[in-house]
């Protein structure tokens, strides 16, 4: 079955296949007031999701929205379709980048903040809808451009430590500094299948 273009690529969480019951949700982004990083127009973002793997805790990128020119409150037609294992902490991590040209390299952008949280945290909220504060965590200088980069981040501030290692100061130089807010809203798909 082709999958339809306003979608992002289904990856898998490590799982233990089968063993736990789980359930299709659709993950919707939206964000409101950004950071504007372009001098004459406003920020084109673009939001990057990732999910931590249970075995190694590696994050991985699972999917990426379309670039919205020209908005710093974006709403994103592009969904994430994930599997919902309604026994584990799925964690879930989402960065928002100003995309300054065509490539797919992130580092080329200016980063715009982050949130974390986890799959049962926006299934769970009032409405399936979680509203949730972009921060600017730490930054490591990429060893190409230059540019500053999301220093990654487990979510319980280990970024902290390589803010002070790298003595890199980001936006303003205020580690966890508000640079707008991002809104996760989740709905189930059903298990019938199309064919």
Known sequence: MEQPED??????FDSLAGSIPATKVEITVSCRNLLDKD?????????????????????????????????LNPDFVRKFIVDYFFEEKQNL?????????????????DFLGQAFCTLGEIVGSPGSRLEKSLTIGAFS??????????????????????LRTTGLEA?????????????????????????
Request: net charge neutral; aromatic share 6%; glycine share 8%.
């Open 93 to 109: 991590r989402f960065d928002l980048y100003d995309v300054d040209s065509k490539s797919p390299d992130l580092s080329k952008h």
């Open 141 to 162: 200088l990429n060893s190409r451009t230059g540019k500053p980069m999301p220093a990654v981040s487990n979510g319980s501030g280990l970024w902290m430590e390589s």
């Open 39 to 71: 001098m004459f127009s406003k920020s084109d973002p673009l939001c990057v999701m990732y999910t931590q793997g249970m075995e190694n805790k590696q994050w991985r990128e699972f999917g990426r929205t379309e670039v919205i020119d020209n908005t």
């Open 171 to 195: 936006s303003g130089g205020v580690p966890g500094k508000k640079c707008g807010t991002i809104i996760l809203s989740a709905e189930e798909l059903s298990n019938c299948r199309m064919s």
């Open 7 to 12: 979608m992002a690529s289904l990856s898998e």
